[in-house]
Each structure stands twice: as C-alpha cells, then as structure tokens.
C-alpha cells in the first residue's frame, strides 16, 4: 500500500514538474496531461516518444541537460521498485538522456550547481498542497542523481565539500518543515555514498560494526532511522577532515 502511494504521487505530480527551463533548446513533445499521452497505451511507448533524438544530444549544454533529465515525464518509475537504486537504474538504462548525461565528466558539477538553488525550507510558501509535493520531488531527484557514486567520483574535493555542507543544511531544514521519511532519505544517502567511495576511515569502521549502514547504501532502505544521526555527524568530522 506505501509503495502504491508512493507511486501514485508521483503520477499525479510529474506533468506538471515539467514546466520548462527557457534554457533548454528541446522539450519533451509529449508529456502526462496531454491527450496525445493519454494515448499511449503501453511504458515502451512512452518511454520511446520521450527519447532525445541522437542529432539534439551532443548538442546540449551539460546544465541542459541536467534540466531534462529532472523533468524527464517517467522519473517517477523509479518508486515501483522495492529498491529504489533498481528503480532508479532502469530509468536511467531507459532514457538517452540519462546515458548522455553520465557521459559528461561535468555532469556532478552541474547537477550540484541546481542542488545548491534549492532550499527546502521554501516549501512552506508554496500555495498548493500539488506544489509542496512537486517542489519535494525536485530536491528528491536531485539527490538521488547526486548519491551515484559516479558522479560523486568525478567531483573535485572543493565540490565534495560543497555538496556535503548542502546536505548538512538540507538534512537539517527538512527535518523542521516536516518533510516525510521518504522526502527525507536521499539526503542521509548522499552523505553515506560519500564518505563510503572517499573511504573514509570512521565510516568504514563503523560500517563494519553496524551491517545497517552498508545495507542503506545498497538498498536504500532505511532500517534504523538512528543511522541518520551518526550519517550527520560523520560528515561533519569529514568535512572538518578536509579543511
């Protein structure tokens, strides 16, 4: 039933997260909510008219895009997958633009230069409860493209601390505007696939002590909510490592 819900939320929201950046030089020609899509009778379909055409893609801007693949209509697939890095693997494996993006070796930066325009705290002046939800998704999918340890591997350490300290304040904000444990949980995410692809050494001690921590990054199912905590505080003595 919570997996359903999931879903279903972000079916409902994800044609209006569409609403484009003037920056982007091509747009998805369908998109949910339009009646062309409502014919659409199957995913394959769907997924092949969202497609973008091989001559458009060298084409775009890395910022580009990452602006696409934000607002890519079927994104919110990903939540039909009990384990939700699957989930987010075959959307990737679905979408060119996916696979163009994580070509770039610009693409972390990129993305964390959107990362750092988004301030979960400003949910509480959207109007609608549609807009609340929308602007949660937002920072949701931005996290969880910034939690690939790909694209954390080709960060430079000043952008590792960077995304680290936006996580920190992110964590924190979304914790006092009453964001759900699943708004919640790519933020603690990043942190965690941080610190395990820099090795850090308190993380991978403690790893070894505690099977739930590895388990969330694996599976992004987040047993013991007390492993947050000691998320947070390991990224502080991080960061305070790399000063």
Same mark, same amino acid.
């Given at each position: ?138 920072? #949701?999918?931005?996290?969880?493209? $910034?939690?690939?340890?790909? =694209? !954390?591997?080709? *960060? ?6 960077? +995304? ?51 388990? #969330?990054?694996?599976?992004?199912? $987040?047993?013991?909510?007390? =492993? !947050?905590?000691? *998320? ?6 991080? +960061?305070?490592?790399?000063?």
């Amino acid at each position: 039933m919570f997996k359903f819900l999931i879903g279903s939320m972000f079916l409902i929201t994800c044609s209006n997260l569409n609403a484009q950046d003037l920056s982007i030089k091509w747009d998805f020609p369908l998109k949910p909510g339009m009646e062309e899509w409502k014919k659409l009778t199957s995913h394959k379909a769907m997924v092949d008219v969202c497609q973008i055409p091989e001559n458009v893609l060298p084409a775009l801007s890395t910022d580009e895009l990452v602006n696409l693949c934000l607002n890519y209509p079927l994104f919110f697939t990903m939540t039909a997958f009990n384990n939700l890095q699957d989930g987010y693997n075959q959307v990737c494996s679905e979408f060119n633009g996916f696979q163009e993006l994580y070509r770039r070796a610009d693409a972390g930066k990129a993305v964390l230069k959107v990362y750092c325009t988004v301030e979960p705290k400003l949910v509480k002046i959207k109007k609608t409860l549609l807009e609340k939800g929308l602007y949660k998704q937002k920072i #949701f999918f931005i996290e969880f493209i $910034l939690s690939q340890p790909s =694209i !954390i591997n080709n *960060l430079a350490i000043s952008d590792i601390k960077l +995304l680290l300290s936006e996580a920190l304040v992110k964590l924190d904000e979304k914790a006092r505007n009453n964001y759900s444990s699943f708004s919640i949980l790519p933020t603690p995410l990043v942190m965690c696939r941080v610190l395990e692809t820099k090795k850090f050494s308190k993380y991978e001690i403690l790893s070894h002590q505690i099977g739930s921590i590895p388990d #969330f990054s694996r599976t992004v199912m $987040l047993i013991d909510e007390g =492993i !947050i905590e000691q *998320l947070r505080s390991m990224t502080v003595d991080y +960061l305070n490592s790399v000063n």
